[in-house]
């Protein structure tokens, strides 16, 4: 048998790189490199045994393919159940391929999880598709999607492989009903990982300052019926990013410029209040005509159940799955930040 020496190369696995002089070897008269990392069926193996490099690779590939997705449909038009389906079925095999290998050496630690090449490009999908930052909270992001972090996903095909392997090994009469059991197993396994998912998400939503707002309006873990129903774009991204508090309002901006909280006074209106989500959508005198006309609008829906006080336009309304309320809401929410970029650009020239 002939070998092709260009595509053979010998790598030692050991934890660190050592001062010892490599071995040499040859086949024949020629030499064999040596290497650090080698590419096996699809993934890098690192000479330390760590997947970090395989895991770098499968994120990068997943991310070209994202990409690419991205530059032949415009996903902000796509309804959230199409976009998700499009994600599950040709961005997630890439990031999961051969999980149930390097998967177990994954701690289960949402807060490191995070850090993973893998779940960036997850976060990375659900905030191109609401149309938000890449600064704006991974927790919030994921939540309004009713996405799971995709460890989930890495222990169930660990769970699988582990049963599969037992069944190589003629276990089928010892163990009865395995089939049954390997899907119990996965079952349990999702439903308690998710389970402490949504303890750790509520955990963080009632302790982060950036999500004061967004904690009072987001109650269960699932995708935000809002996100179906509004169909213009533009007007459905300016709703997600004040929910997610993904907006310039002296509240947010002013954490990014280090202005003291209460330094964060809005500059559209003479209240003398910090510009807050509430602030924004109930009392600033900027958008009065708006907020009159949008009330009036609602008052005239017959459909309309929702007590018209200041809470519940900040709240209540936010919560809403009325479809005209949630259309009307949007289109209110839109225009308002419209004005307020033009009257910001109306005092900077008078300034100037």
Not at 151 to 174: E, G, P, Q
Not at 251 to 266: A, K, M, T, V
Request: some cysteine.
């Amino acid at each position: 048998m002939e070998v092709n020496l260009k595509k053979t190369q010998i790598m030692i696995f050991e934890k660190r790189k050592t001062k010892k002089a490599k071995p040499i070897f040859t086949l024949g008269n020629e030499k064999i490199s040596v290497v650090q990392e080698y590419c096996y069926l699809g993934i890098k193996l690192n000479h330390n045994g760590n997947f970090s490099l395989a895991i770098k690779q499968l994120s990068e590939k997943a991310l070209h393919a994202l990409y690419s997705i991205r530059r032949r449909l415009n996903l902000h038009q796509l309804n959230p159940k199409s976009a998700i389906k499009i994600f599950d079925s040709i961005i997630c095999p890439i990031l999961l391929y051969n999980a149930e290998v390097w998967g177990v050496y994954i701690k289960n630690d949402f807060i490191n999880w995070d850090k993973l090449p893998v779940e960036k490009v997850h976060l990375k999908f659900c905030k191109l598709y609401l149309g938000v930052g890449r600064k704006t909270s991974n927790i919030a992001s994921r939540s309004e999607l009713g996405k799971y972090p995709l460890i989930i996903n890495v222990f169930k095909r660990i769970i699988k492989k582990a049963m599969d392997i037992v069944k190589t090994l003629n276990c089928n009469k010892a163990i009865p009903d395995l089939d049954s059991l390997t899907t119990n197993l996965v079952e349990s396994c999702v439903k308690d990982t998710k389970e402490n998912y949504q303890r750790f998400w509520r955990h963080k939503l009632e302790n982060s300052s950036k999500l004061t707002f967004y904690t009072s309006i987001k109650e269960d873990y699932e995708l935000e019926t809002y996100l179906t129903t509004i169909t213009n774009s533009n007007q459905r991204k300016h709703l997600t990013q004040l929910r997610l508090s993904n907006h310039k309002l002296m509240i947010e901006l002013g954490r990014y410029e280090n202005i003291p909280r209460e330094d964060r006074i809005c500059k559209v209106c003479q209240a003398g209040e910090i510009e807050t989500e509430h602030h924004f959508l109930t009392s600033c005198e900027a958008y009065s005509s708006l907020r009159e006309n949008f009330l009036n609008d609602l008052e005239s829906d017959p459909t309309n159940e929702t007590d018209l006080n200041e809470h519940s336009l900040s709240v209540e309304i936010m919560k809403s799955t009325d479809k005209e309320t949630v259309i009307k809401l949007s289109k209110f929410i839109s225009l308002c930040f419209e004005k307020r970029s033009k009257c910001l650009e109306a005092r900077n020239a008078d300034s100037q």
